[in-house]
């Protein structure tokens, strides 16, 4: 079993920045691939990134390619989420998840665990 915690989001004006942060515990070791999702009122679940078992492979929605930035630190058992240039459509609840399989996954549906999620509003 995974427990996935994330931190870091709060209130920010438009072109500001934030890093988010996710703290696995548990099975840890079971962990191949995390990414990161979010989530607006009424829209569908929407993949962020994803980032590979070692940190050297990473993978982001086209939309958010050079704006965002996804790492992790294994000694750590952390995540991030590096958000610059932030935009009033980048409000959502942001989750965190983690995958046991080998391969790039931007489904919901193929992450084995969650996080609750931590909300990311931008203020025009």
């Known amino acids: 079993q995974v427990q996935l915690v994330e931190s870091g989001g709060g209130l920010v004006q438009a072109g500001g920045s934030l890093r988010l942060s996710c703290a696995a515990s548990?099975?840890?070791?079971?962990?191949?691939?995390m990414g990161w999702f979010r989530q607006a009122p009424g829209k569908e679940r929407e993949f962020v990134a994803h980032?590979?078992?070692?940190?050297?492979?990473?993978y982001y929605a086209g939309s958010l390619k050079g704006r965002f930035a996804i790492a992790r630190d294994n000694a750590k058992n952390t995540l991030y989420l590096q958000m610059n240039s932030l935009k009033p459509e980048d409000t959502a609840v942001y989750y965190c998840?983690?995958?046991?399989?080998?391969?790039?996954?931007?489904?919901?549906?193929?992450?084995?665990?969650w996080g609750q999620g931590t909300q990311v509003t931008v203020s025009s």
């Open positions: 998840a983690a995958v046991l399989t080998v391969g790039v996954r931007v489904r919901p549906t193929e992450y084995n665990y």
């Open positions: 980032i590979d078992r070692s940190g050297g492979s990473t």
């Open positions: 548990g099975r840890t070791f079971s962990i191949y691939g």
